[in-house]
T-cell receptor, first 111, second 112 residues
Framework: GDSVTQMEGPVTLSEEAFLTINCTYT??????LFWYVQYPGEGLQLLLKATKADDKGSNKGFEATYRKETTSFHLEKGSVQVSDSAVYFC??????????FGTGTRLTIIP | EPEVTQTPSHQVTQMGQEVILRCVPISNHLYFYWYRQILGQKVEFLVS????????KSEIFDDQFSVERPDGSNFTLKIRSTKLEDSAMYFC??????????FGDGTRLSIL
């Protein structure tokens, strides 16, 4: 079945460092791909999405490109801030109405 | 910006009791969902609801679970006889198109 594999956490970076959180997927076709973020004590917020190959989703300085050839949707940010500390979830949607989530990656940014 | 709201934020219930978790989806959305997240684990799909009926459910969503849209604004998840393993964060989500889903802040359910 469909699945999402995320980079194991936790990830700890210094402020202004470059961030990459890896996400790869397994699906029999071409799903829509999402990154959700969960700040401490809060729910899941949609961060960005891409619905077809080569699309780039972007929001709040974060970017991810839908790579069909590597079945990947890695999340990147050029310069992280303390306020980016959260848990990040990669997810796919494949027309069967449910989102399939990865395990989440906890990110901590140190001042 | 419109948002999904869930109540209560935290529910503590004795094992074997019934519990109802409530959600108010975004007003022009047509698709509604429940997910759960057991502490430290991934977010898991429970059920989707469209056009006043369940459209898909997971293996987790057994006979102890039910969903209802009792009026034009609320969407509820009922667990008939709670078990210890039902302790989790429960998220409601809604979508206008069925693709991009918007989540509430969740209800933390603790079964004693």
């Amino acid at each position: 079945g469909d699945s999402v594999t995320q980079m194991e956490g936790p990830v700890t970076l210094s402020e202004e460092a470059f961030l990459t959180i890896n996400c790869t997927y397994t699906a029999t076709g071409y799903p829509s791909l999402f990154w959700y973020v969960q700040y401490p004590g809060e729910g899941l917020q949609l961060l960005l999405k891409a619905t077809k190959a080569d699309d780039k989703g972007s929001n709040k300085g974060f970017e991810a490109t839908y790579r069909k050839e590597t079945t990947s949707f890695h999340l990147e940010k050029g310069s992280v801030q303390v306020s980016d500390s959260a848990v990040y979830f990669c997810a796919l949607y494949f027309g069967n109405e449910k989102l399939t989530f990865g395990t989440g990656t906890r990110l901590t940014i140190i001042p | 910006e419109p948002e999904v709201t869930q109540t209560p934020s935290h529910q503590v219930t004795q094992m074997g009791q019934e519990v109802i978790l409530r959600c108010v989806p975004i007003s022009n959305h047509l698709y509604f969902y429940w997910y759960r997240q057991i502490l430290g684990q991934k977010v898991e799909f429970l059920v989707s609801f469209y056009n006043n009926e369940i459209s898909e459910k997971s293996e987790i969503f057994d006979d102890q679970f039910s969903v209802e849209r009792p009026d034009g604004s609320n969407f509820t998840l009922k667990i008939r006889s709670t078990k210890l393993e039902d302790s989790a964060m429960y998220f409601c989500a809604s979508s206008r198109t069925g693709v991009t889903q918007h989540f509430g802040d969740g209800t933390r359910l603790s079964i004693l």
